[in-house]
């Protein structure tokens, strides 16, 4: 067994990264409330963020974390519109599950 | 290990003299509030009522905590935990005195030096109303459930202000940092007039300071802003189905809240430690005449006592002594340095306090269509103008 | 120390997101997210961006999902149905899958990334609000006026549908 490293290998973040990813991705696919889903993409987004800041760390450069900032803006103007959208879908119809709000399905 | 140590000591500390002023807060502004309507207020439970917080502890932790049926009980008991928590949290960054040395260790009169500091208390109370949302949504109870819908409402209006206000001192101090904060507020303008942000040139920030005051009653929930609890309406808002400890845990955290708040006012707007006028004018000597007079006032008051009042022959001249010795404690060279700049920190800290006390004496409770239309209407707006002509202010003047 | 730290809080976050994923009712998976998110910004912290941990709590944890959990709140819906009976099939091939591709992350990270690069907790100090504010503010400052742009029109939008009755 190697000994325990002190120091933590940029890989290491990378793998958090893709696992929460993943598990977001997951989310997103499997659940059917959309507010859940909506979740999920934060989660998503959250996960590439933190690529962001730790390739912003291996290259020495503050970009990455402005990168960062930068979606965090967006996903703070998506989450208000989209949570004025699901407000309205239920006052219309009274159901958050997404598979009984198919009426633009052919 | 060195670090480690002197930490945990100072925690322990901070964490010990917090909690107690929490408790003897409540026993502050129910004596205020007494005052104010011409009552005695707390008066049987040791010397003018001053074990009562003792007392209400006792009764808080012998009463049987229900929880009700048909709550969400992870959330139901998680609720009051992170309130207490998230309000013990941010006194971390507060440096209530210089950097000392004692027995050859330099340390600072406060928990950390971070140089986010001021970052990490809008943090900690932006997760705050989780806490309050929380426990009222899991009591499931319609009163519970409003008070705390409302109180999101309320916290997330009253944030935008209340960061705005900070930002504008900030752009003269230019640090994150509240040491730093405090120590480029050191020095007087033409001699005499403190250089506190809330003075200071070129543009003295006393309307942030009063938008920081009105969306700090807000965020926590103060009258006039306690829409949250409003009992003539709400019962007891977001903890109507709260009892025992879980309610000792909310209310602990709203003292707490009014603490730190109170706290990062000082040493945002007004100098944190450093004294009222000069030390050359004799600033140093305040404490000790203050704290002096008090007790010698108590000393005679004990004479004097009422015969009904048997007990003030005993207690008065007891604390008045004790006021006395911590007068002399002020004089010693060797704990100057640490206990006046702690002094001048905790006055205005309890001037504000007294101040929160006040207006909760004085004003009537807004209605809640008011209360978000004067965060939107009138605060936020002002809070920009204020922030734009600091900006203009001080880019024509660096 | 900086492993240790490391491990505790990207565990936190992986099992706040498996949380999230597998919780029914909304309002437990929002307070997984936000402690997903709470943990991200202690990894942000140990990697130099101490204004962008900042931001992460204040922004995201304080006020998207508070906007999340308020909705949660005001429309007070019940936990949903896991899952109707004909999707389990696409579930049992998609979660292999979904395994399958961290997996394949993780060899091509491990095999891609130098074993020498580490992260070490104070070896970048660039993410401080300084640097921060003055990459912004010079390098990114169209950038920036346009997100305001955006904000603004994300404001107007939610306030519309917010309003009218479609």
């Known amino acids: 067994m190697p000994p325990f ?102 | 290990m060195n670090f480690y140590i002197i930490s945990l000591v100072k925690a322990g500390l901070v964490a010990a003299v917090l909690l107690t002023f929490c408790a003897y807060l409540v026993w502050i502004e129910r004596k205020v509030l007494a005052h104010i309507q011409l009552r005695p207020g707390p008066y049987r439970v040791g010397p003018h009522g001053l074990l009562q917080p003792l007392s209400d502890l006792i009764k808080l932790m012998t009463k049987e905590g229900v929880i009700p049926a048909n709550v969400h009980t992870f959330f139901y008991l998680l609720a009051p935990f992170l309130a207490v928590a998230l309000a013990l949290i941010s006194i971390v960054v507060i440096p209530f005195g210089p950097e000392f040395s004692i027995f050859g260790v330099t340390t600072g009169l406060g928990l950390t030096d971070l140089n986010i500091g001021i970052l990490l208390v809008l ?171 008090a007790g010698l006032m108590l000393l005679y008051h004990g004479s004097q006592a009422l015969r009904t009042r048997r007990w003030d022959r005993f207690s008065f001249p007891v604390i008045g002594l004790l006021f006395l010795g911590l007068a002399g404690l002020f004089l010693v060279p060797l704990l100057q340095p640490v206990l006046i700049p702690f002094f001048w920190f905790m006055s205005k800290v309890l001037v504000l306090i007294f101040v929160f006390i006040w207006v909760r004496g004085t004003l009537p409770r807004f209605r809640y ?9 009138f605060l936020f707006p002002a809070a920009l103008v204020n922030l734009l002509l600091t900006g203009l202010v001080v880019a024509l003047t660096s | 120390m900086d492993a240790i730290l490391f491990l505790t809080f990207a565990g936190i976050a992986v099992a706040c997101a498996i949380n999230l994923v ?9 307070l997984s997210l936000v402690g997903v998110m709470t943990s991200l910004a202690v990894l942000y912290l140990l990697l130099g961006g101490s204004f962008i941990a900042a931001v992460q709590v204040i922004v995201y944890a304080g006020a998207i999902m508070v906007l999340f959990v308020f909705v949660i709140m005001l429309l007070n819906t019940q936990g949903e149905r896991m899952l109707p009976k004909k ?62 742009v955006l904000i603004l029109i994300a404001i107007l939008g939610a306030v519309v549908l917010a309003k009218k009755e479609i």
């Not at chain 3, 597998?22 to 998976?29: A, E, F, K």
Request: glycine residues 6%; proline residues 5%; negative net charge.
């Open chain 1, 5 to 106: 490293p002190t120091v933590v290998p940029m890989s290491w973040y990378l793998i958090l990264s893709a696992i929460l990813f993943t598990l977001g991705a997951a989310g997103f696919l499997l659940r059917r409330n959309i507010i859940t889903v909506f979740m999920c993409i934060e989660l998503m987004l959250n996960a590439v963020n933190l690529t962001f800041v730790a390739f912003s760390h291996q290259l020495k450069q503050v970009d990455g974390h402005i990168f960062t900032f930068f979606v965090m803006v967006v996903a703070a103007a998506e989450a208000a519109v989209g949570l004025a959208i699901i407000l309205t879908v239920f006052k219309n119809r009274q159901t958050l599950e997404i598979d009984e709000i198919s009426s633009m399905k052919l």
């Open chain 2, 123 to 293: 943090a900690v109370s932006s997760l705050g109303v989780y806490a309050i949302a929380l426990g009222g949504w899991a009591s499931n109870s319609k009163y519970s459930l409003m008070g705390g819908l409302r109180s999101a409402a309320q916290m997330i209006s009253y944030e935008l202000p209340l960061a705005l206000a900070i930002v504008s001192p900030l752009l003269l101090l230019n640090t994150l940092n509240f040491r730093e904060m405090v120590v480029g507020q050191e020095g007087y303008l033409l001699g005499f007039i403190p250089r506190w942000t809330i003075f200071a040139a070129p543009f003295p920030q006393v309307f942030s300071f009063l938008i920081f005051i009105i969306a700090a009653f807000a965020e926590t929930n103060r009258v006039p802003f306690d829409l949250p609890e409003a009992e003539s309406e709400l019962v007891a808002g977001f903890h109507t189905e709260y009892s025992s400890l879980m309610f000792a845990a909310f209310f602990t955290a709203e003292y707490a809240n009014i603490i730190t708040v109170c706290c990062v006012a000082t040493a945002l707007f007004l100098g944190g430690w450093q004294p009222l006028w000069p030390a050359a004018y004799g600033s140093s000597f305040v404490p000790p005449v203050i704290i002096g007079l």
């Open chain 2, 369 to 377: 269509d008011q209360l978000m239309k004067f965060a939107w209407t």
């Open chain 3, 22 to 30: 597998l919780q029914t009712h909304p309002i437990s998976s929002a």
């Open chain 3, 87 to 148: 999707k389990v099939m696409p579930v049992a091939i998609a979660l292999p899958l979904l395994f399958s591709l961290i997996g394949v992350i993780a060899t091509i990270v491990a095999t891609q990334v130098p074993s020498t690069e580490v992260v070490k907790f104070g070896t970048f100090a660039g993410g401080d609000p300084l640097t921060f504010g003055r990459a912004m503010f010079t390098r990114y400052l169209l950038p920036f006026e346009v997100t305001s």
